[in-house]
């Protein structure tokens, strides 16, 4: 009898680990689509023409991409060590063999997005400023993030 609620509390202890890391991964995957939605849902969308330039659009997605690119450091604190059901990306490894590089590719993204806050007033202004922060977030991705599907 001691042995069966033994391994009945083993069990439930690895299946409510498995649950939070789980809730982890969906944590990290949320951050990274939230800031996915106002980069390539907004701005890459007006830069290519698809939607309407709207400057007052432009400043919410800038602000929204800014305060999600300084919870990146803290959301990827812990490996879940599995990813999120269904993605179609996911956080390489690397994140967790290589922290402090991971965490320095941080703040040039939040450097480029300082730059342009504001001050994008038209097509141009916001092409030439879709590119700079894109190709920041792209310099962690290349090395960070993986295709899963």
């Not at 001691?2 to 944590?27: P, S």
């Given at each position: 009898?001691?042995?069966?609620m033994?391994?009945?509390?083993?069990?439930?202890?690895?299946?409510g680990?498995?649950?939070?890391?789980?809730?982890?991964?969906?944590?990290?995957?949320?951050?990274?689509?939230?800031?996915?939605?106002?980069?390539?849902?907004v701005?890459?969308?007006?830069?290519?023409?698809?939607?309407?330039?709207?400057k007052?659009?432009?400043?919410?997605?800038?602000?929204?991409?800014?305060?999600?690119?300084?919870?990146?450091?803290?959301?990827?604190?812990?490996?879940?060590?599995?990813?999120?059901?269904?993605?179609?990306?996911?956080?390489?490894?690397k994140?967790?063999?290589?922290?402090?590089?991971?965490?320095?590719?941080?703040?040039?993204?939040?450097?480029?997005?300082?730059?342009?806050?504001g001050?994008?007033?038209?097509?141009?202004?916001?092409?030439?400023a879709?590119?700079?922060?894109?190709?920041?977030?792209?310099?962690?991705?290349?090395?960070?993030?993986?295709?899963?599907?």
């Amino acid at each position: 009898m001691k042995r069966t609620m033994i391994v009945a509390g083993v069990l439930v202890l690895g299946a409510g680990a498995v649950m939070a890391q789980q809730e982890i991964a969906v944590q990290q995957d949320n951050l990274m689509k939230s800031i996915a939605k106002n980069q390539y849902g907004v701005l890459q969308k007006m830069s290519k023409g698809d939607i309407p330039f709207d400057k007052k659009a432009v400043d919410q997605a800038i602000a929204a991409i800014e305060a999600d690119v300084a919870k990146i450091a803290k959301t990827f604190e812990i490996n879940p060590k599995q990813d999120v059901v269904n993605a179609t990306y996911g956080s390489s490894p690397k994140v967790w063999q290589n922290k402090a590089d991971f965490d320095a590719k941080i703040p040039p993204v939040q450097k480029a997005i300082t730059d342009v806050k504001g001050k994008i007033t038209d097509v141009a202004g916001l092409k030439a400023a879709y590119t700079t922060i894109n190709d920041r977030c792209n310099d962690c991705h290349e090395t960070y993030r993986v295709k899963l599907k």
